[in-house]
């Protein structure tokens, strides 16, 4: 759900992050915060199903509201040398055009971070969605 919803729903307590089975949850200043960095967000939906107030919602279709930034050094820019990104994107989010600029299709993406860690140059972090975007 939005983040501004989510803070107010969320009580810390912690359940959501127990029951991600990759870790991916942990709590930080008493509310949930999800990190990926060593595996990707598959929505399993352990998390939903383990969170009793309402912060994480089944019924809202999945997003972690994370999307790709790709860096300037990114090498896909320089031509084909990679599209790593491209490739497993599980929703084709990403893409290249013809003068080799990457591309991410908000409406489309979902923000599993399969794309930062198959980037083994390091050139994506993932940033939170702006509410326009």
Known sequence: MAEPLFQQQCNGCGHCADACPVG????????AVLRIDYAECDFCGACTQACDRGALDQSIPPDTCLRPVILPQCLGRM????????????????FFNQQNQPSVDNQKCDGCGKCKLVCYHGDIQLSLKRHDS
């Open 79 to 94: 031509g084909d040398l990679c599209r790593m990104c491209e490739i497993a994107c599980p929703r084709t989010a990403i």
């Open 24 to 31: 991916l949850l942990s709590l930080e200043s008493g509310k």
